[in-house]
T-cell receptor, first 111, second 113 residues
Framework: GENVEQHPSTLSVQEGDSAVIKCTYSDSASNYFPWYKQELGKGPQLIIDIRSNVGEKKDQRIAVTLNKTAKHFSLHITETQPEDSAVYFCAATVTGNQFYFGTGTSLTVIP | DTAVSQTPKYLVTQMGNDKSIKCEQNLGHDTMYWYKQDSKKFLKIMFSYNNKELIINETVPNRFSPKSPDKAHLNLHINSLELGDSAVYFC????????????FGPGTRLTVT
């Protein structure tokens, strides 16, 4: 099955700085890569996703990049704000299969 | 309207007891899941149902038994609870298996004493 590794496990940034979280996957057949944000006491929520036919996707302050050759993808958050503080999970899957989640990154934005 | 709801939100019980967690989705999705999140925040899939049929049954003790009475509901029954079962359990749903957004419920925090 798929194996997804996520780094770093914790990340602290100053408000206004950028944050980058990286994930690698093992199954070259994986074709969908979502990112979920989990706020304290809540369930994970999708914030952005990318499919294997696209190299980059952006939504306001959030962007995701995908390198299929190297089998890694990254989440970029620019101009971080305190409300960005949360646990972020990457995942990988292939059509018709389950999600394989990374181990999570706890992001703290320091005001 | 809440898309994916779970009850109860908190569950405190003693070792050896049997308990159930209920999940309902009003999104019209065909696929539902149960995840376990431990104290280190790892999200581990336990079960997946598609159109009321069990699709995924990860290595989970057979004390855990999911039941899907219809496409909108997926309940989790746990027998003979153990200390190691303490965790947050999330229900989720998606339109279908695979490359579809999963919508998570608010979670049920189970504490076994």
């Amino acid at each position: 099955g798929e194996n997804v590794e996520q780094h770093p496990s914790t990340l602290s940034v100053q408000e206004g700085d950028s944050a980058v979280i990286k994930c690698t996957y093992s199954d070259s057949a994986s074709n969908y890569f979502p990112w979920y944000k989990q706020e304290l006491g809540k369930g994970p929520q999708l914030i952005i996703d990318i499919r294997s036919n696209v190299g980059e996707k952006k939504d306001q302050r959030i962007a995701v990049t995908l390198n299929k050759t190297a089998k890694h993808f990254s989440l970029h958050i620019t101009e971080t704000q305190p409300e960005d503080s949360a646990v972020y999970f990457c995942a990988a899957t292939v059509t018709g299969n389950q999600f394989y989640f990374g181990t999570g990154t706890s992001l703290t934005v320091i005001p | 309207d809440t898309a994916v709801s779970q009850t109860p939100k908190y569950l405190v019980t003693q070792m050896g007891n049997d308990k159930s967690i209920k999940c309902e989705q009003n999104l019209g999705h065909d696929t539902m899941y149960w995840y376990k999140q431990d104290s280190k925040k790892f999200l581990k899939i336990m079960f997946s149902y598609n159109n009321k049929e069990l699709i995924i049954n990860e290595t989970v003790p057979n004390r855990f038994s999911p039941k899907s009475p219809d496409k909108a509901h997926l309940n989790l029954h746990i027998n003979s609870l153990e200390l190691g079962d303490s965790a947050v359990y999330f229900c989720a749903s998606s339109q279908d298996m695979g490359t579809w957004e999963q919508y998570f419920g608010p979670g049920t925090r189970l504490t076994v004493t």
